[in-house]
Nanobody, 117 residues
Framework: QVRLVESGGGLVQAGGSLRLSCAAA????????MGWYRQAPGNQRDMVAT???????NYADSVKGRFTVSGDNAKNTVYLQMNNLKTEDTAVYYC???????????WGQGTQVTVSS
């Protein structure tokens, strides 16, 4: 069983920064991609940023230029550096990973990010 363990959420003022981390635990496997999604109350879960095992990166338009996703394939870890945070970034952030071999999708438990004005 693969588990994704997230850390780094919290409360920050607008304009501040946070760094999220997500590490795979349990039955470690290789992932073809890892990334971050977020869900605000009453909204659907949306993609924030993803990175593949060969380094291809994709960002949501709303975070381009402010967020940076990075990964460590050897450690099955993905990070999200969030700068110049805005109140509209407030959401629960979920780590996601897709297995290289089975294409199964895995999700973390979510970490709350709250940006105050």
């Amino acid at each position: 069983q693969v588990r994704l363990v997230e850390s780094g959420g919290g409360l920050v003022q607008a304009g501040g920064s946070l760094r999220l981390s997500c590490a795979a635990a349990g039955s470690i496997t290789s992932f073809t991609s890892m990334g971050w999604y977020r869900q605000a109350p009453g909204n659907q879960r949306d993609m924030v940023a993803t990175i593949t095992n060969i380094g291809n990166i994709n960002y949501a338009d709303s975070v381009k230029g402010r967020f940076t996703v990075s990964g460590d394939n050897a450690k099955n870890t993905v990070y999200l550096q969030m700068n110049n945070l805005k109140t509209e970034d407030t959401a629960v952030y979920y780590c996601s990973a897709i297995s290289f071999f089975t294409r199964d999708s895995y999700w973390g438990q979510g970490t709350q990010v709250t940006v105050s004005s």
